[in-house]
């Protein structure tokens, strides 16, 4: 079983950055898809960016283009995802996903796609 671990979380003002990472338990995530999710309370999760298997290729929900940045960061085995720009609208539980495959833009949104699943990490930016 892949074990995923997030961190980077916590409280930051509006305006501010935060920089999140995905670890996998154990070994690398250089041969899987990554996605990351949010969910707000009361609302579904939802897509926020996801870099491919194959190529590395990117793609970003419309809320976060231009301001979040998904990377391999292959000193660490991470996927990290940096957040600029942080706005109350952003607050949310973030999840990292993976899967060994590779996906397009339109089926790295679909998170029934991804097997494996973190507990997530809370990001606040208060009003």
């Known amino acids: 079983q892949v074990l995923l671990a997030e961190s980077g979380g916590g409280l930051v003002q509006a305006g501010g950055s935060l920089r999140l990472s995905c670890a996998r338990s154990g070994g690398t995530l250089s041969s899987a898809s990554v996605g990351w999710f949010r969910q707000a309370p009361g609302k579904e999760r939802s897509f926020v960016a996801a870099?491919?298997?194959?190529?590395?290729?990117?793609f970003y929900a419309d809320s976060v283009k231009g301001r979040f940045t998904i990377s391999r960061e292959n000193a660490r085995s991470t996927v990290d995802l940096q957040m600029n720009s942080l706005s109350p609208n952003d607050t949310a539980s973030y999840y990292c996903?993976?899967?060994?495959?590779?996906?397009?833009?339109?089926?790295?949104?679909?998170?029934?796609?991804?097997?494996?699943w973190g507990q997530g990490t809370q990001v606040t930016v208060p009003s």
């Open positions: 996903a993976a899967f060994n495959g590779h996906c397009t833009g339109t089926s790295c949104r679909d998170r029934r796609l991804y097997q494996w």
């Open positions: 870099i491919t298997r194959i190529g590395s290729n990117t």
